[in-house]
C-alpha cells in the first residue's frame, strides 16, 4: 500500500477547510501592512465566536484555531463569516439567540459532536444556510426544527435522533435541496410520495422507514446515490427503475424487499456499487450486471433468487465484492465457474455431498472448504492402505514361489 500522495488526504476535514480559508487570504496574510486589505473579522461576530468558546485571542479570519473550523469573506471594513464547524463542545455549551442572530452571514454551519440544545434559529440564519450538518449533535431533533432552513442545498443528519411525522415536513420546502443524509436517526417515516427532482444523493440508511418505495422515485433523473439500507421497507422495485440513469450506488439492503429483480436496472450503465442483500427477492438473476463495464461490488446475497447464476469465472474475478450466497435455489454450473470459487451456492447437478452452502453466510467469501479437504484425506488413506495390502499379497507370493 502505497501512503497518501498529499498531506490533504491525511488531514482532518477541518484542516483542509482551513487550508482553503488560509490560502485565499495569503496575500493579506504575507503583506499585512501594504493595503487596506487587512480587514478583520466583525467585532460582533468575534464576540459571537467568544460566547460559543472558540478562542479568539487571534483572528479567526487570518488565522483561525486549529480546533474550529473558520471559513470568512473578504468584505470591507469587516469581513464576516461564511463557514463555521464546531466539534468537540464541551458539555456546558449553550447557543444563545443572540449570538447565533450576528451569525447571519454564515452559508455553511457544521456540528459534529457537539450535544447541545437545539434552540430556534433566528430566521435571518436559518435562511442564509445552504449547508447544515450535524453529526452525533444535539441530543434531539424535530422535523419542524430541521424546515425552516429552505435554503439548503445540503443537509446532513447523522448519529442524532429525529422525530417527526413524515419526511415531506423536513423536506417540503426545501426547493434546492441536493444532497440529503439523514442516517442512523431512528427516523420512522415512510418515503414521501414525490421527492425533488434535483436530488443527487439521497442516504437514509439505517432507520425505522416503513412502506415502499414511491414508483415517483423513478423521475429523479439526476439521482447518483441512493442508500435505503437497513431500514423496514418491503414492496418491490418499481418496474421503471431503469430510468434512474444517473445512478453509480445503490443499496437496498436489509430490508424485506421482495419480487424480482427489474430488467430496466439494465439501462443504468454507469452502476459501480449494487447492494441487494439481506431481502426477499426472488426471481433469476439478470444477466445485464455482466455488461455493466464500470461495476465493482455486487451483493445479492440472502435472497430468494433461484435458477442458474448467469455469470462467468472472469466477470466475478474483476469484481471486488461478489456474493451470491444464503440463496437456496440458486445454483451455479460447474463445467462453466470452479468451485474453487466458494461462492456460498450449490453446482446445479449435484447430488447433496457436494453441497456447497455455508452455515453462516456472511462469510461466504472467505469461507474454508469442509468437504474436499476430508475428502482428499480418506482417498490419501485409502491409497496407502490398498497400497500395502498390495505390498503384503505380492510378497507372501514371492515367499511361496521362492519356497
Ligand atoms: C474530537 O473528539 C474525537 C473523539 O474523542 C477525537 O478523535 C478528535 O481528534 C477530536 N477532534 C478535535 C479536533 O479535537
Ligand atoms: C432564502 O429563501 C427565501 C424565501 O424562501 C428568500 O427570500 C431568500 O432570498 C433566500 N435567501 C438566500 C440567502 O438565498
Ligand atoms: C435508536 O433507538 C435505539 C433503540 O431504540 C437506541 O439504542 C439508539 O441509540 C437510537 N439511535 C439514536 C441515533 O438515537
Ligand atoms: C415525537 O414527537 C411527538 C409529537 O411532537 C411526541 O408526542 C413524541 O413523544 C415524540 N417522540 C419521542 C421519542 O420523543
Ligand atoms: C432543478 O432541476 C430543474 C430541471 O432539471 C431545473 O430547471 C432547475 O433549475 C433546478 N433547480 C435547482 C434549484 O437547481
Ligand atoms: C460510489 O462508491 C464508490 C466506492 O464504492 C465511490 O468511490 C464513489 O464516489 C461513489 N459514487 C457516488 C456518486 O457516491
Ligand atoms: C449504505 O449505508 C450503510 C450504513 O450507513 C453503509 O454501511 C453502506 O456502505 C452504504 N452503502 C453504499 C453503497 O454506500
Ligand atoms: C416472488 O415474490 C412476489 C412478491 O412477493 C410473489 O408475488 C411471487 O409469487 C414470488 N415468486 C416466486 C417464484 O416465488
Ligand atoms: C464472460 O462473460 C462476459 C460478459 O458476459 C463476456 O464478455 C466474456 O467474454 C466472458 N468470458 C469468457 C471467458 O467466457
Ligand atoms: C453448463 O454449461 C455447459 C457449457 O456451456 C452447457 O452445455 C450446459 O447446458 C450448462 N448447464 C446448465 C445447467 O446450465
Known amino acids: 500500500m502505497k501512503p497518501p500522495p498529499s498531506s490533504l488526504n491525511s488531514a482532518p476535514f477541518f484542516l483542509l477547510l482551513l487550508h482553503l480559508a488560509v490560502s485565499s487570504v495569503a496575500p493579506t496574510t504575507e503583506t499585512p501592512s501594504s493595503s487596506s486589505s487587512s ?33 470568512c469573506d473578504r468584505s470591507e471594513p469587516f469581513r464576516h463569516l461564511v463557514s463555521l ?3 468537540n463542545c464541551s458539555a456546558d455549551l449553550s447557543l444563545s439567540f443572540t449570538a447565533l442572530k450576528s451569525l447571519s452571514s454564515l452559508h455553511s454551519l457544521s456540528f459534529t459532536n457537539c450535544h447541545t440544545s437545539p434552540i430556534r434559529f433566528p430566521s435571518d440564519l ?9 453529526i452525533l449533535s444535539f441530543r434531539r431533533l424535530t422535523g419542524v426544527w430541521l424546515s ?87 414492496g418491490v422495485i418499481p418496474t421503471q427503475f431503469g430510468d434512474l440513469i444517473s445512478l453509480e450506488n445503490l443499496s437496498l439492503a436489509s430490508n424485506s424487499f421482495s419480487g424480482s429483480i427489474p430488467d430496466s436496472i439494465s439501462a443504468i450503465t454507469g452502476l459501480v456499487h449494487v447492494d441487494l442483500s439481506n ?39 474483476k469484481l471486488d465484492v461478489f456474493k451470491v450466497g444464503g440463496n437456496s435455489n440458486l445454483c451455479y454450473n460447474h463445467s ?22 455455508g452455515d453462516n453466510a456472511d462469510d461466504t467469501g472467505e469461507k474454508k472448504d469442509q468437504h474436499h479437504g476430508p475428502n482428499k484425506v480418506v482417498l490419501g488413506v485409502a491409497i496407502g492402505l490398498s497400497s500395502i495390502v498390495f505390498l ?6 514371492l515367499s511361496k514361489w521362492c519356497g
Open 39 to 71: 480587514s478583520t473579522l466583525d467585532p460582533k461576530q468575534i464576540e459571537a465566536l467568544a460566547s460559543l468558546n472558540i478562542p479568539t485571542a487571534r483572528d479567526p479570519c487570518i488565522q483561525p484555531s486549529p480546533h474550529k473550523a473558520t471559513v
Open 85 to 87: 464547524h464546531l466539534f
Open 126 to 134: 436559518a435562511l442564509s444556510l445552504t449547508y447544515f450538518s450535524c
Open 148 to 234: 425552516r432552513f429552505v435554503n439548503l442545498t445540503d443537509l446532513t443528519v447523522s448519529f442524532t435522533p429525529v422525530n417527526t411525522t413524515g419526511l415531506y415536513v423536513i423536506l417540503g420546502n426545501m426547493h434546492k435541496l441536493k444532497t440529503l443524509t439523514i442516517s442512523h436517526a431512528n427516523l420512522t417515516s415512510s418515503l414521501p410520495r414525490h421527492l425533488r427532482q434535483n436530488l443527487t444523493h439521497v442516504d437514509l440508511s439505517d432507520n425505522k422507514l416503513k412502506g415502499n418505495i414511491p414508483p415517483s422515485i423513478t423521475l429523479l433523473e439526476d439521482l447518483e446515490y441512493l442508500n435505503l439500507s437497513s431500514n423496514g421497507l418491503h
Open 279 to 317: 431481502n426477499q427477492f426472488n426471481g433469476t438473476v439478470p444477466r445485464f450486471f455482466s455488461e455493466l463495464k464500470g461495476l465493482k461490488v455486487l451483493k445479492l446475497e440472502n435472497n430468494e433468487l433461484h435458477g442458474v447464476l448467469p455469470f462467468n469465472a472472469s466477470f466475478m474475478k
Open 336 to 357: 462453466v465457474i470452479s468451485s474453487k470459487l466458494k461462492l456460498g451456492i450449490a453446482p446445479c447437478d449435484s447430488d447433496s455431498s457436494d453441497y456447497d452452502e
Open 392 to 397: 503384503i499379497v505380492f510378497l507372501i507370493l
